[in-house]
């Protein structure tokens, strides 16, 4: 059982989004710290990409000046060392295909391991060809975390059947960003996938507002929060860390009322 479990274990988890290099790798740091004080149960690193293809326009933003700010796949890597050293939450990376074939597989996973990431979550990598990185990343006890997105009955159980880590739910079609509404039928979701897999779902995708993350914690084990955050960040910049704490906290203590 990997670290991921952790964040599920005997409540609700929040789980923050951030990208590495944003403004840069030092606040990064700060913000990933904060947030776990403040109570986020697991984080997501994004690791910056020059087409982040499932991003609305706030990530995508954040991933451009990670990138102008000279963030690569090794800083990041040292970063997350660096973390390693003050906690052990649960850390995922949220990625693109092509980072990992560049390296190689092999090398990427291992470095993965040696580092303290938990798991993957690479949206363009359909779930068809997940078998091309499977057998690595089991041999580095790596979970590959899958989306499931509002779409067919049984391509939904199928994906439920074979995952690990936990269950990523897009809450609605389309990219990345703050909604003011979302309508998915949320709950037969997760029914679907009661059915045929224990692993935890999350739901992710516009999720926002105290009430939001009250409610959708309700009907999953967890809720995912980016694009909120990378905005916070994107407005106070080197000095992001109090501010994302205080929404973090507030949004966890909104799960916490249920």
């Keep these: 059982m990997s670290n991921i479990y952790k964040a599920f274990e005997n409540k609700k988890a929040f789980i923050g989004f951030l990208t590495a290099g944003d403004p840069d790798l030092n606040t990064t740091k700060d913000c990933i710290l904060a947030m776990e004080q403040a109570g986020a149960d697991l984080i997501e690193i994004g690791i910056p990409f020059s087409d982040p293809i499932a991003e609305g326009i706030v990530i995508q933003g954040a991933n451009v000046r990670a990138l102008k700010a000279g963030t690569n796949l090794q800083k990041v890597f040292e970063l997350v060392k660096s973390v390693r050293q003050k906690t052990n939450i649960p850390l ?111 739901i992710g995708f516009g999720i926002n507002t105290p009430e939001q993350a009250q409610y959708f914690s309700q009907i999953a084990d967890g809720v995912i929060v980016g694009s909120a955050i990378v905005k916070i960040i994107a407005k106070y910049g080197k000095n992001s860390a109090s501010y994302v704490f205080d929404y973090v906290k507030t949004m966890k203590n909104a799960m916490l009322k249920i």
């Design 92 to 202: 995922v990376f949220l990625t693109y295909i092509n980072p990992l074939f560049n390296m190689g597989y092999d090398k990427f996973f291992k470095t993965c391991k040696e580092i303290g990431i938990d798991g993957l979550i690479i949206p363009d990598l359909p779930y068809e060809e997940k078998d091309e990185i499977k057998d690595i990343s089991e041999k580095y006890a790596i979970d590959i975390i899958s989306l499931v997105a509002p779409t067919s009955t049984e391509r939904i159980k199928t994906i439920a059947k074979n995952t690990s880590g936990f269950i990523y739910v897009v809450s609605s079609m389309g990219v990345t960003g703050i909604r003011k509404e979302i309508t998915t039928d949320l709950p037969s979701i997760i029914k679907l996938i009661r059915e045929v897999s224990n692993t935890p779902a999350a």
